[in-house]
Every structure is written in structure tokens, then in C-alpha cells.
């Protein structure tokens, strides 16, 4: 039966390469961000699939990551949209379960393809029983100190909470003596709400915090370990003063200026850190470590969960090329391709068992410390909502926490409420 299904699937292909060039099969690819080195490696590999497939043409469009979600249900909705697309792997969930991306377990070679990769690392694409994309890269979150500062105060990388808030009560100075404060402990990314939701969360996670139920039924990020987490950023801010007080309204670029300025000495980013530093500050240094955890979790400091991000390339399920756009996904995602992740500094680590442990991985900076975080790193819980939610409840209850416009218990308190809300569907 599995092979009657590809045979049918593939049938299309097998027509057009007889057929003429005016009949060739032309998909669509959306893709969403990226840092420059990416999106010219992605036009090389298109270039590439195209001279080996001769029947398939591929259109590349560019797209905004802040608009991902918008973008794609304005298609979507309408029945129309991309064959492929990269997504984080959260939208398995929403655009799974809405009918929208096609369950890639379905095409007949899939369980060979499935043994390329690290096996949590494409769980985070499944939602319930289906595989809704392939891994295109990973990412878990660390914190980021800047070397020069560390090292001029004599600071070590904090393991403790204790430790972090500390480092940055001490790396929060005036340097120039004008009675203004100048240089920040740390800088948060306010200014994107979903950004900011995946540079505090993991500090939850660290701390043992469960987003959701594993059931996915009820909201838990107002347990005590949760408020105690908010806590800790609203005393640095409140009484410490050392966080930057326009974060608010700051996204990448003013938390990057910031660091390669040496106006803030810890950041919380992904394996892109470096690269993204580097292109605006060349000889800038600086300390990747995992994230600190709370002072009587001492001991599993290399083994608590950060948060781990995917990003997916999943195939529309109202494509009309459907087989073409699978051997278009699995050539961006093979064995072969995802060594890139290893060569060039494309922003975000490899998910293949091959390009992990190949001999050009050891020499790569950083990466053991994000295999050793994904490892034990846990996405968002599987659920629709999960965006939302994260995004357009979380985030801004936990702001107003931090500034100070309510207690860390009674935003959280009231984040989970209206969470609840929404994945009952009351909102």
C-alpha cells in the first residue's frame, strides 16, 4: 500500500521529466528570517536542487519573522499560501491541528528520513500523532556575559541566581563620573513580545517551572517556583536598578548596540549570539554559559531545562505538489545540507546525528555547551494556543511585574486566568 501511495505521489514528477520545460513543477518556499550567511546559502541550495531536479523549479520569497503568524493565517485561510515554509516548531500545534500543514509521516520513505536527526529534536515538530515538518535548526537559550566587563571587574559567569544578580548589581556603574548611570547588568528584549517570552521563560524552565500541564489542561506558570523566577527580575530592576530601564521598548538591535557597546554586560540569546555580535563588533568577546539556576539547585546546574526553539520546514496541506515539495523539504534538510549548521556560522545549531558528531563540530564555539543544553532543554508545551498565550498574556503581565506596576504573584496569578481562558477557548 505504502509503495501504491508514492508510486501515485510521485507520478506527477515522473510525467513532467518527459514533458516540456513550460510544464515544470513550480513551488513556492516562504522563508521567514535569517541571518545573512543563511539566506545566501539558502539561494545556493536552491540553485542546487534545481540543477538535480530539473522538473521542479523553486520561488523563493522573503518574508518578516516578526509576521510569521499573521502572514501565513491570511494565506492559509484563504486556501492558498506557500508549499513550504519555515515556522518554529511550535506551529506544529496551531497549524496542525487547523488542517493546515501537511502531516509529513505520511509520505512512505518518512521513517528513514526520521533517523537523520536527534530524536527530541524532531519530537518538538510532532503534534499528537503526526510529524508536521522536518528540523531545520535548533536553538536553546543561554546567558551571555561580556567578556571585557566580567574580566575588568574580576566577575566569574554566574551558576547561581545569587551569583547573577550579584554579577550584575556589580557590573551596573556609572564609568563616567557624571552621576548617570551608563553601564547595565543586564539587558532583557522587551520590545518583542515573543522575544521577550523566550528569553524569560527559560529561566522558569531552569527553575523547574512547568509552563502547562502535561495534560495540557491546566496553566502552571504562577506556581511558587514561578513567582519566585518573576521575583528575582523585578528586585534587579526595582531595588537593584540593574536592569536597563528603556527595556521595554528594545528588540535586537538596541540589546546587540548595547552589548558591543559595552553598556550592558549579560544578554540572554541562542547559538546566533556570536555571529550576530561579530558583524557589528568583530574583537568582541565574550562567555556563553548556561543559564543560572535557583542557589539550592546548585547541582543541577548542567542539567536543568532551558528552553529549547526549532525551526521546522513544513509542507502546506492544500499543496497541489505534494511529493515535489517533500523531496524539495528533504533536500534543505539531509544529512549533506545540515553540515552547513557546522561550516559556516548560519545562527542556529544542526539537528542531524551526523553533522553533531562529525570531527568539524568539536571546533565549533559554543556548540558542545547548546548540545549539552538541548539535550535536557523543553519546548513549549504542544498546544494551539501556545503562541498566544506566551506572546499576548505571559509577556505582558510579567513586564508590568518588573516595572512595578504589580507584584510578581498577582501578574502571574492574573496571566494564568486569563491564559486558562484562552486555551478553553473562553477567549
Given at each position: ?280 563588533s568583530p574583537d568582541k568577546d565574550m562567555y556563553v554559559v548556561a543559564l543560572p539556576v535557583p542557589d539550592d539547585m546548585l547541582d ?128
Open positions: 500500500m505504502n509503495y501504491l501511495r508514492w508510486i501515485i505521489l510521485l507520478f506527477p514528477l515522473i510525467m513532467l521529466s518527459c514533458g516540456k520545460k513550460a510544464d515544470v513543477i513550480e513551488i513556492q518556499d516562504w522563508n521567514f528570517g535569517g541571518r545573512p550567511h543563511l539566506m545566501v546559502w539558502l539561494r545556493q541550495r536552491v540553485a542546487s536542487f534545481e540543477a538535480t531536479h530539473p522538473g521542479i523549479k523553486i520561488v523563493q520569497s522573503d518574508k518578516s519573522w516578526n509576521m510569521i503568524r499573521e502572514i501565513l493565517y491570511a494565506s492559509f485561510s484563504t486556501g492558498t499560501g506557500p508549499d513550504v515554509v519555515n515556522t518554529h516548531a511550535n506551529y506544529a500545534a496551531e497549524f496542525g491541528e487547523a488542517g493546515y500543514y501537511y502531516p509529513v509521516n505520511a509520505f512512505p520513505d518518512f521513517a528513514e528520513v526520521k533517523k537523520w536527526y536527534v530524536p527530541e529534536l524532531l519530537e518538538s515538530t510532532r503534534y499528537k500523532d503526526n510529524y508536521y515538518g522536518l528540523p531545520s535548526s535548533a536553538i536553546a537559550f543561554a546567558l551571555v556575559c561580556n567578556k571585557t566587563l566580567f574580566d575588568a571587574a574580576g566577575i566569574a559567569p554566574p551558576k547561581t541566581w545569587s551569583q547573577f544578580r550579584e554579577a550584575a548589581r556589580r557590573l551596573t556603574k556609572d564609568t563616567d563620573g557624571d552621576g548617570t548611570i551608563d553601564q547595565y547588568g543586564l539587558v532583557l528584549m522587551g520590545g518583542d513580545k515573543g522575544g521577550f517570552a523566550y528569553r524569560l521563560v527559560p529561566f522558569f524552565y531552569k527553575a523547574g517551572v512547568k509552563f502547562m500541564s502535561d495534560d495540557l489542561a491546566t496553566i502552571e506558570f504562577n506556581a511558587p517556583r514561578g513567582v519566585a523566577t518573576l521575583q528575582l527580575f523585578a528586585d534587579m530592576y526595582q531595588i537593584d536598578h540593574s536592569i536597563t530601564p528603556g527595556f521595554l521598548a528594545y528588540t535586537h538591535t538596541e540589546t546587540n548596540d548595547m552589548f558591543c557597546g559595552n553598556k550592558v554586560a549579560m544578554c540572554i540569546e541562542g547559538p546566533w549570539v556570536r555571529g550576530m555580535v561579530h558583524e557589528k543541577q546546574y548542567t542539567t536543568a531545562p532551558t528552553l529549547q526553539d526549532m525551526v521546522m520546514y513544513s509542507i502546506n496541506a492544500h499543496s497541489t505538489h505534494l511529493a515535489a515539495a517533500w523531496e524539495f523539504v528533504k533536500y534543505l534538510r539531509n544529512e549533506e545540507a545540515d553540515m552547513a549548521w557546522i561550516r559556516d556560522d548560519l545562527g542556529a545549531t544542526a539537528t542531524t546525528n551526523f553533522a553533531l558528531t562529525s570531527p568539524e563540530a568539536k571546533n565549533v564555539p559554543d556548540l558542545q555547551l547548546f548540545i549539552n543544553e538541548l539535550k535536557h532543554a523543553k519546548p513549549f508545551p504542544p498546544h494551539p494556543q501556545i503562541v498566544a498565550v506566551a506572546s499576548n498574556t505571559f509577556t505582558p503581565f510579567c513586564e508590568k511585574a518588573i516595572i512595578g506596576e504589580m507584584s510578581p504573584k498577582a501578574a502571574l496569578d492574573q496571566a494564568a486566568r486569563e491564559a486558562q481562558d484562552v486555551i478553553e477557548g473562553k477567549q
